[in-house]
T-cell receptor, first 113, second 109 residues
Framework: DAGITQSPRHKVTETGTPVTLRCHQT?????MYWYRQDPGHGLRLIHY???????DKGEVSDGYSVSRSKTEDFLLTLESATSSQTSVYFC????????????FGPGTRLTVL | KNEVEQSPQNLTAQEGEFITINCSYS?????LHWLQQHPGGGIVSLFM???GKKKHGRLIATINIQEKHSSLHITASHPRDSAVYIC???????????FGTGTSLTVIP
């Protein structure tokens, strides 16, 4: 299994509070991704990173920010959580070769009340 | 409209049945992946295809680039095959994946 962990695994928070999710890898892969998974929508890209301090937006980036200060860590921040951000969040890593798969973390279930 | 469409969305089969899950995409791709997600579990890769056919145990994946279509077959299905199967395509240089909404498979003993 690829060395990728997410923390926390479960979180319940209230509307308006800031939340930070952490993704940590031990594989030294260049690319890291944050997705959210919702019924009927599949996996949707929030943000991704192609190197330290290099990030770009995905299709559902509004309300989210990211940071990558080290190769191994990719943080996803919800500055002011809303109920529409209740979801399961997956981090993934990728070496960048077309023939390579993405390796996914175990997911974080976030509930915003 | 999603660039990657899967069918069926839900599938229930009896143990031992032959199962086919389909994936169609509307854009040019560099490669296609089939992924598996067990209930409450993580997501793992089953196959990467850029052409032809691949087989792993009871799983067979095929792709027709001209028709923009891929199929995942499961022979002699078993309850442990119950999972969501996700098709994902890679475009261009391979840095972003585009996912179908998944097919939820339940195999009944």
């Amino acid at each position: 299994d690829a060395g990728i962990t997410q923390s926390p695994r479960h979180k319940v928070t209230e509307t308006g509070t800031p939340v930070t999710l952490r993704c940590h890898q031990t594989e030294n892969h260049r690319y890291m991704y944050w997705y959210r998974q919702d019924p009927g929508h599949g996996l949707r890209l929030i943000h991704y990173s192609y190197g330290v301090k290099d990030t770009d937006k995905g299709e559902v980036s509004d309300g989210y920010s990211v940071s990558r200060s080290k190769t191994e860590d990719f943080l996803l921040t919800l500055e002011s959580a809303t109920s529409s951000q209740t979801s399961v969040y997956f981090c993934a890593i990728h070496r960048g070769q077309i023939t390579d798969t993405q390796y996914f973390g175990p997911g974080t279930r976030l509930t915003v009340l | 409209k999603n660039e990657v469409e899967q069918s069926p969305q839900n599938l229930t089969a009896q143990e031992g049945e032959f199962i086919t899950i389909n994936c169609s995409y509307s854009v040019g791709i560099s490669a296609l992946h089939w992924l598996q997600q067990h209930p409450g579990g993580g997501i793992v890769s089953l196959f990467m295809l850029s052409s032809g056919k691949k087989k792993h145990g009871r799983l067979i994946a095929t792709i027709n680039i001209q028709e923009k279509h891929s199929s995942l077959h499961i022979t002699a299905s078993h309850p442990r095959d119950s999972a969501v199967y996700i098709c994902a395509v890679i475009r261009g240089t391979g840095n972003q994946f585009y996912f179908g909404t998944g097919t939820s498979l339940t195999v009944i003993p």
